[in-house]
């Protein structure tokens, strides 16, 4: 089964060890490798919240998360009853050996408000919110919605929790890095941290501060920790917000803006970034860390370029070989896409997946 490379570029550009019998092989026994046991961490805890269609969506999310990352992964899946058994029997099928474990919750929102929860921007959507009290074991945790993709191990966003200062319990990127496109700055009813607001689909947590934390408001002088504030302000902005639960994240991080460490824009690179032209100068130089592919665009073909990583990620088997397997179609597709002003730029979504390849093949090379 294994197959000989036949191109020496790859092996010097990969700086692959010259005795690996082949990409399939060097892959399957890197996998088996427990790196558990050379880096032995607490795990990175990573939610989301699944509802409707988009079984395939957060799947896809997942398998981009295990490529890459290093320390163990504890995934808290949140989905409708009726996808509990789909998610079993597609992530009891993933090879992860240990490198991974997930549990399964039901929606739940507070019982004499759910309704209105429920019914708030998208069906499920404000579950988010509520993590902080349901996962009451959970020190931190890196929520994220069903429409992301990992092209860097998840252990490099997890270690900004260490760059947190003494009064910051979250992490965000901005809505914006242009306001004359924002749509807070020109549209928003109602208060937002910052110049452009900040988009919570990419959310790092430190939900013990969170828990403990007490809450400057508009609504009252006393401050509420965060099971006090969420309902108050769904009461008082209900009729001005349009993205519900980030809307109201956008007004608690106005009040307290210094509990918020915003990381830049790479971190949640979304169409929004590319699609009037290049706006996201972090990713120009560094490359993509985390592709968002919002409003649709992974399923559509408004936006070819976000599409391609979906379906390359979606399609990618484990045990083959990444560079054969996944990098150089996806490029070759990426290519096709240069008419739109995202594929123009189409180098910025390969430049860091091309690095966490590279980097993998290393760590697994040494691990042998």
């Known amino acids: 089964r294994c197959k000989n490379l036949s191109v020496s570029f790859w092996n010097s550009y990969w ?33 989301v919240v699944a509802c409707g269609e988009r079984l395939e969506e957060t799947v896809t999310m997942l398998r981009s998360a295990i490529i890459f990352s290093i320390k163990p992964l504890q995934f808290h899946i949140f989905a409708e009853d009726q996808l509990h058994k789909s998610f079993k029997d597609i992530l009891d099928d993933f090879p992860y050996e240990g490198k991974v474990n997930y549990t399964l919750y039901p929606i739940t929102f507070p019982a004499e408000s759910a309704a209105e929860w429920k019914k708030l921007f998208k069906p499920c959507a404000s579950q988010r919110l509520f993590l902080p009290l349901i996962l009451k074991n959970v020190d931190s945790l890196l929520y994220v919605d069903t429409d992301i993709l990992f092209l860097r191990p998840v252990d490099d966003i997890w270690s900004f929790l260490g760059k947190f200062n003494s009064t910051q319990i979250a992490a965000m990127a901005p809505e914006h890095e242009e306001p004359r496109i924002g749509w807070y700055n020109r549209f928003a ?3 937002y941290y910052g110049v452009t607001g900040i988009n919570s689909g990419v959310m790092l947590m430190n939900m013990t501060r969170i828990r403990r934390k007490y809450f400057k408001n508009d609504m009252t002088p006393v401050r509420l920790q965060w099971g006090e504030v969420l309902m108050p302000l769904l009461k008082k902005y209900k009729l001005n917000i349009t993205w519900g639960d980030q809307d109201l994240l956008n007004i608690m991080f106005f009040h307290n803006p210094e509990s918020l460490y915003v990381f830049p824009c790479q971190w949640n690179y979304r169409p ?12 120009e130089e ?28 979606k399609n990618y088997s484990f045990g083959d070989d990444l560079v054969h397997s996944l990098l150089q179609p996806l490029e070759l597709e990426l ?32 691990g042998r």
């Open 272 to 283: 929004d970034h590319c699609i009037y032209g290049s706006n996201c100068k972090e990713a």
């Open 286 to 313: 560094e490359g993509i860390f985390i592709l968002h592919g919002n409003r649709g665009v992974y399923h559509d073909d408004k936006q070819p370029t976000f599409r391609a990583v979906y379906e390359a990620i």
């Open 15 to 47: 700086m692959l060890p010259s005795d690996v019998c082949g990409m399939n092989c060097f892959w399957e026994a890197a996998f088996r490798y427990d790196y558990t046991k050379t880096h032995p961490s607490e795990k990175m805890h990573l939610a």
């Open 335 to 366: 290519r096709k896409t240069m008419h739109t002003y995202c594929g123009r730029v189409y180098k910025v979504f390969m430049k860091q997946l091309t690095k966490s390849i590279r980097d993998l093949y290393a760590r697994r090379s040494k």
């Open 189 to 191: 009813r109602h208060p």
